[in-house]
């Protein structure tokens, strides 16, 4: 893990980030991008006894949640919401999907993310419309790319909705993959005070001027073969948190590639080890950070 404590600060700021790399599943082999020196990169420990959620291994059950709609005079926009078992109150969490927009395997994510105490709202930044292809997937994107104030907006109405839940503790993070890792971490910069943030092989910034306005600590997860976010990059992104003294937990794995962990189905020899790793990661993170 690489983690300072110092003293941090706050600036205004919005930046979004926008990616047009591919989310969907893509190839493990043939040559990764030249580390240049990745001391963030780590060995896997062991597995943790709980496993792998479901969600991630293509054998979850159909989504159980409810559609919601939590953007006030928008009735294309239906987040997903699934609810822990209890009464609560629960710490929540805002998953931010990737290009194609709010899919079964997001609201089966959610799910998971309630079977482990957490009042889940999947968003939706596309109003109701998801893509087929990687041309419909950049379009929707690029479209959302064009009214950035848009996408704050719809995040705040997500986590104003969350806070007015009887069964919320108040304390709220969001998380997201790839798309949805680089609005979040937009969101941390210019978005509604929140808690936590945890980004899935998401666009970065590396400016340790504009990551200022980070008051949390950050989660990260990457893959050493992803060519659009290469480790290099990502070495940057963790040597900005540091300059501003704001904790992370940031690791890349190794012979893995972009969209690793969201499909674990996809290549389950080569996924399995380092997807569990970032699932125990995540799972304690989110602990000290909502739950303690």
């Not at 379009?139 to 950035?148: F, G, H, R, S, V």
């Not at 009887?166 to 978005?191: E, K, N, P, Q, R």
């Amino acid at each position: 893990m690489n983690s300072v404590t110092l003293h941090r600060s706050r600036i205004p700021c919005i930046v979004l980030l926008f990616s047009l790399l591919a989310c969907a599943p893509s190839s493990d082999g043939g040559e990764g991008p030249d580390g240049g020196g990745m001391e963030i990169r780590v060995e896997m420990g062991s597995a943790d006894d709980g496993g792998l959620p479901a969600a991630i291994l293509g054998t979850a059950p159909a989504p159980r949640g409810d559609n919601v709609h939590y953007l006030a005079g928008d009735d294309a926009t239906r987040g997903y919401l699934a609810v822990p078992e209890g009464q609560g109150p629960f710490p929540a969490l805002v998953l931010i999907h990737e290009w194609n927009g709010l899919v079964d395997r997001v609201r089966q994510v959610a799910d998971a993310m309630a079977d482990e105490g957490y009042v889940a709202l999947a968003v939706d930044l596309f109003q109701g419309r998801t893509g087929a292809n990687p041309d419909e997937n950049r379009a929707l994107m690029a479209e959302a790319n064009a009214d950035p104030d848009a996408v704050i907006a719809n995040l705040n109405e997500a986590v104003n909705f969350l806070r007015a839940r009887d069964d919320v503790t108040g304390a709220i993070g969001t998380m997201g993959w790839c798309f949805g890792g680089g609005i979040a971490l937009s969101y941390a910069l210019g978005g509604e005070h929140h808690d936590a943030t945890a980004i899935f092989y998401g666009r970065l910034v590396t400016d340790p001027a504009v990551l200022a306005g980070i008051d949390h600590e950050v989660y990260g997860t990457f893959a050493e073969m992803d060519g659009g976010i290469p480790p290099e990059q990502v070495n940057q992104f963790v040597d900005a948190l540091r300059a501003q003294g704001i904790d992370n937990d940031v690791h890349i794995y190794d012979a893995v590639n972009h969209g690793f962990w969201l499909r674990v189905d996809g290549d389950p020899e080569l996924r399995t080890a380092p997807a569990q790793d970032a699932w125990d990661r995540l799972k304690a993170y989110l602990e000290r950070t909502l739950a303690s």
